[in-house]
Structure formats: C-alpha cells, structure tokens
C-alpha cells in the first residue's frame, strides 16, 4: 500500500506535511519522500528508505535543508518517489498510490510510440511513478495527462503533483477505490489520504473527491479542473483492516463501523445458535480486530480482555515484511502475554481477516502454550477467495496461497474452484466443510467468518458503490 499528503498555504507548511505523511505510515514500510517548493530555490526533494527506522528519525533534520509555501510526502512500500519531472507541462513533483498491472504493456507502447526512455532502478525495474508521469507528459495539459493515464491503467492510480510554481493538483482513482479528502485552515489547504492525518495539524475537513475527480489546490482556492464520475467502487478493507481507526471515509468513522462489524457478528450467531458455550472472554487480535471484538463482546454480554499485548516500539509491523518466516517470527516476538486472562480459560478471538492462516496459527499455538482451555476464532470479514488485482494491498499472495483456496483444493480439487460462493456461505455443506476443515488445522474449537451482506451493512453504503471482489470476485 501507500499513502500521501500535500498542502499548500500563504506560510511555509513543511512542518504540517512533515507530520501529515508521517500519520500515513501504517500504510507503508519501504520508502518516505518529501518535496517542497518555494520561490527562491523551486522544487526540492529528499528520500529515504524507512525499513529500519521510522519516517520521522530519517526527516527531523529535513528542516536545515528543506521549506515551501507548498509541500507533498509519500509513505511507499515499493518505489521511492516523490520524483521531480521536467515536462511539456512544466516542472513538477509527483506521488502516487495504487498498482498497475499492465506496466510492462505500458512501457513497451510508450518506447515504442515515443523513442523515448526510462530511468532504471535495480534489476531494470521502471519506477511506476515515473511511468505514470511519463504517460500524463504525452497530452498537452496534466488534466488530460492524468485522465489518459488512469484510462490505459489496468489497476488503480491516485495521483499528488506539486508544480513547478507551489500549486497542487490532487486526482482521485478512476471508480475510487483508496480516499483523497480535502482540509482547510486559515493558512491554506491539505490534502490527504487519511483525514485525520490534516485534522491533527490544524485543518479541518473540507470535503471529500468524487471518483475520478481532479481538484487544483492553491492557498486561497479550491477548483475542480474535472468533475467526479458516477461509478465508485471504494475498497472495503479500509473499514475493516487497514484504515486507521480515527480516520472517515464517505462519512463513516473506520473504528464505529468496526464496532458496528463485530456487533452483526455476535446478532448473528446468537440468531442462528452458534454462539460457543462457557466462554469467558470475547479478545481481538491486536490491534484492527480490537474494535470489532468490542462490538462482539457487547451484543453477546461475554466480557471483553485483553490476553495479549502487542509489544510494539521496537518491532516493526509484522505484516509488512515480505519474507514469510520473519514475518512470522517478529509477530510472535511481538505478542506478550496477559496468563491470568489465558490459563484455564475458554477464549474466542476475532481478527481482521484470514489471508494465509500463518500468523493465526502461530497465535493459536501462542495461545496454548500460555494455558488457553479453547481458542475460539472470529473473522470480521467474510472468507478470502481472490487475491486483490486493484491495490498492493495482498496482492503478492497468489490465489493458492490464500488459505480458503489451499483448503478447497485438499477438499475436492480444482473442481471446487467453481463452487467458491456455496464455500463462502456458512449454510451450505461445502461452507461448513470448509470451516470445519480450516478450524482443525488451526487448532481452533470453532472458527467462523462474517458474511458479506453483514459486512456491507455494517459499512452502510450500497454494496455496487464497494469493492468485494477478494470475497465475491466480482469486478
């Protein structure tokens, strides 16, 4: 994933966009960039690699070197950018956040329509920002540029340009998928992927892009250089795993639509009478299923702890890391025990989401090995069956690498593959097959998902305004 901030104002705001894109790095573990522009030195820039050691030690000295009346940083975690482009446009700065699919298609068309060329990194790889800037420099304004852009992606693509005379322009992804929310103070404006990011350094919400939208920014005005589409497809996972809990999408808060989540769960389950016997308490997986089993533990009276704590200022974020043994190893490094809570208990735990199974069989085992009596598992979102194709959110694990799909296959081969709905329904036999299956690998006295009706209602937009295809596979 990624995330980026801008902001532009009558005064130097480099110390708002220095912790703006700093409140954007649970998104990204990889890369941080920052570039600024002011009139006597115009664009500067600065990047750094933050995999051992967080944004703000690699920029608290940016303030020697660096200041603007207009700023924007990325967090990124596959290429460095912000880059700086000299163009038929003029000079520029640009972020992105999204994934294209079809890069290599787009690159070979562009050498060969254009003779023109790429910078390299590392094994020959573009850099997609570059590609990106390199397919809006071919119309002859950044409006057209962006829109010709986002039209040959195959992927998703929201874009921040800083130009060369200290304005900005902001462009939505094509249906919406990821946020770009607008703040305003006295000052100026900010933009931002995450809204509280800019309410934390001053701004107040302004307003949110329609998809496909593209806005100018400048210290005294906001204008829409092109108007939003109807069609929105906004990713559902913001609300359930990887929005940050303060942060508000569409209106609605990402940690109340959580609670809301695990409340529909436990309704559900107390309707259907599977709600598990004698337990002591409802726990989340720490820390974006918490606010989910809260919800849960509310509706079904069981009372909510915590048995275990994530010790978190050392250790960098566990899911991030892209080998899978460290990824494994740190989380479990990670988790310390609360034993009063877990010795002789009967538990049920609720998570975000099942990609792997990995790291929730090393938590089970975690569990037993500190006492646990049974270890009862929740997800708050319905059961993985494709792979994300729109965002570098998952998108590196291989359909056969999810979890549901592995247990499919054991079950009745590639056959299985075309009853992928009736494995995600509960009520049917392949669905309660498939839980039971899962369920006795991970050790768990009983694992259930939340459904995708209960998801979308807990989010509380239509369901053809969201992206489910990692759950329904529809586009």
């Not at 890069?103 to 590392?122: A, P």
């Not at 975000?352 to 009862?376: C, K, P, W």
């Amino acid at each position: 994933m990624g995330g980026f901030f801008g902001a532009v104002g009558k005064n130097d705001v480099l110390l708002d966009v220095f912790f703006g894109t700093d409140y954007h790095s649970h998104l990204g573990t990889r890369r941080g960039g920052l570039a600024a522009w002011n009139k006597e030195v115009g664009l500067q820039r600065e990047i750094h690699n933050i995999e051992n050691s967080p944004f703000r030690t690699k920029f608290e000295y940016i303030f020697d070197d660096m200041s603007g009346t207009s700023a924007i940083g990325c967090i990124s975690d596959y290429d460095p950018q912000p880059l700086l482009m000299k163009s038929r446009n003029g000079g520029y700065a640009i972020c992105m956040v999204g994934i294209v699919n079809n890069k290599d298609e787009l690159i070979s068309n562009y050498l060969k329509e254009t003779c023109g060329h790429f910078s390299t990194m590392t094994g020959g790889k573009v850099n997609t920002t570059e590609l990106i800037a390199a397919l809006i420099n071919q119309k002859e304004t950044l409006v057209e540029g962006i829109s010709f852009a986002q039209e040959v992606i195959d992927g998703t693509a929201s874009v921040l340009i800083m130009k060369d005379d200290g304005d900005l322009v902001a462009a939505r992804d094509k249906v919406g998928r990821l946020p770009i929310i607008i703040g305003k103070n006295e000052n100026g404006y900010a933009v931002s992927f995450e809204s509280f990011a800019f309410e934390k350094v001053g701004y107040e919400v302004f307003r949110e892009l329609g998809p496909g939208e593209i806005v100018e920014l400048k210290a005294d005005s906001c204008e829409t250089l092109k108007p939003a589409g109807n069609e929105m497809r906004i990713c559902s996972f913001l609300w359930s795993y990887y929005g940050y809990p303060n942060s508000t999408y569409e209106n609605i808060n990402v940690e109340t639509m959580r609670y809301e989540n695990g409340k529909r769960m436990a309704e559900n389950e107390i309707e259907n009478g599977t709600l598990p016997k004698d337990l002591d308490f409802i726990c989340g997986v720490p820390d974006s299923g918490t606010p989910h089993a809260i919800g849960y533990s509310h509706k079904s009276g069981v009372n909510f702890a915590r048995a275990f704590i994530k010790y978190t200022p050392t250790w960098p974020r566990s899911f991030m890391p892209t080998n899978q043994t460290q990824r494994a190893k740190v989380a479990k490094m990670k988790m310390i025990p609360v034993k009063e809570l877990i010795s002789g208990k009967n538990l049920m735990f609720v998570d975000d989401s099942i990609v792997r199974g990995t790291q929730m069989r090393e938590t089970v085992e975690f569990l037993y090995e500190n006492g646990a009596q049974s270890v009862h598992m929740r997800s708050a979102c319905p059961p993985i069956m494709y792979s994300c194709k729109y965002l570098n959110f998952s998108r590196q694990t291989s359909p056969m690498e999810l979890f549901t799909r592995a247990t499919i296959n054991e079950l009745e081969g590639e056959e299985g593959f075309n009853h992928l709905e009736e494995y995600a329904d509960a009520t049917t036999e392949r669905g309660r097959k498939m839980r039971q299956v899962m369920a006795e690998k991970l050790r768990l006295s009983s694992l259930e998902f939340q459904s995708l009706p209960g998801l979308i209602e807990s989010i509380g937009l239509p369901k053809e305004k969201l992206c489910t295809y990692c759950w329904d596979g529809k586009e």
